[in-house]
């Protein structure tokens, strides 16, 4: 019998592995990373929030944390339609006319019913009247939206066409959110990034599809170049902040298009060098957002995000997080922040 050599104690040391069963729910580290950190309390500019949902808050309620975060306005996007929505426009605008705008949220709900094409334009027409600043579509289109033959409706369908022309003409921009993150494709496995987020949101999940998330962006970026005179919101970094290459060569073949970030810090931050590129080669495009119920920590870390050079920090994010990384700050200049947090959007608003 052969002695086996005996092992060198430097090769055991970096060889060694263990397969360990803490629970992923129970794995919650505390960095012990000691970097500077800074609070960011009120912006360095007055903000606009031009992505939120505000219909189930108390305008009072928000106007609270608006003035304790230095917030100058917030975008409603109200979920509601027809007459709900009036109403959502009515109680922002008696609690603070100047503070609060609202979008519009698109209606199929009579898709089906002869002439909605051109019914869609006439309640653009009407909401705008009563002081609706924009039109939101949302996911549904492209997705789950059928139409009478029971195909899904396409996104670049030509009978929207009258509708963004509509938009030009009343100066109001089109908001897309279309798609989603591009782990929500995936399947939802050991291998996905947003593993814990998908659990909480199985319905999130586009996996097994028989659409792919570039066939719905290409139906989308199709729609820009043949409406230039509409302006358009790419919600979301545009739904591709994992490829900010992309969404600066859309940015660049349409100069209608802008680009919000809300709900996208966590994107945004784990690629602070690209990101930070990206604003300054952006600045004029980029809007402010943070589709997140209104909070005073929610907001600082947005600022914090924008305003200083900390690094790895949490991201703004819903109960569920997006994933399990942590943040960068973009120490964006003063005119980069002047512009995201409050000029794009003044030239967006009536
Ligand atoms: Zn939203």
């Not at 989603?180 to 947003?194: G, M, S, T, V, Y």
Request: include cysteine; proline fraction near 7%; glycine fraction near 4%.
């Amino acid at each position: 019998m052969t002695a086996m050599p005996p092992q060198d104690p430097f090769v055991a040391m970096v060889s060694a592995k263990v397969e360990v069963s803490l629970r992923l729910s129970d794995f919650q580290p505390r960095s012990m990373l000691v970097t500077a950190a800074h609070e960011v309390q009120r912006p360095k500019f007055p903000a606009i929030d031009y992505h939120n949902h505000l219909d189930a808050q108390e305008p009072a309620n928000v106007l609270r944390i608006m003035d304790e975060c230095g917030l100058e306005r917030v975008v409603n996007i109200t979920m509601r339609t027809g007459e709900a929505a009036l109403q959502i426009i009515d109680k922002f605008h008696k609690a603070a006319p100047h503070r609060f705008s609202t979008y519009g949220w698109m209606d199929w709900s009579d898709l089906h019913s002869p002439d909605f094409f051109r019914r869609t334009v006439d309640r653009l027409e009407q909401i705008v009247e009563h002081g609706a600043c924009g039109l939101k579509l949302w996911k549904d289109l492209g997705t789950t939206i059928r139409d009478k033959d029971g195909s899904l409706l396409r996104i670049d369908d030509e009978r929207l066409a009258p509708l963004f022309d509509k938009a030009a003409e009343l100066n109001v921009p089109i908001m897309f959110h279309i798609a989603d993150p591009d782990a929500f494709f995936l399947p939802i496995d050991n291998q996905n990034e947003r593993y814990e987020e998908l659990a909480a949101h199985p319905e999130w999940s586009y996996y097994g599809a028989h659409f792919s998330k570039a066939e719905l962006l290409a139906q989308r970026d199709r729609v820009f170049p043949r409406h230039p005179k509409t302006t358009f919101v790419g919600a979301h970094v545009a739904e591709h902040p994992e490829d900010l290459s992309y969404v600066s060569r859309l940015l660049d073949a349409n100069p209608n298009l802008q680009v919000d970030i809300a709900a996208r810090c966590a994107e945004l931050g784990r690629q602070p060098y690209t990101a930070r590129e990206f604003f300054l080669k952006h600045s004029d495009r980029i809007l402010f957002g943070s589709d997140l119920i209104p909070e005073v920590s929610m907001y600082r870390l947005y600022f914090r995000f924008l305003e200083t050079r900390d690094e790895y920090f949490e991201y703004p994010s819903h109960a569920s997080r997006q994933g399990r990384w942590n943040i960068h700050g973009l120490f964006l200049p003063d005119e980069v922040l002047r512009s995201v947090y409050r000029e794009n959007a003044l030239r967006l608003l009536p």
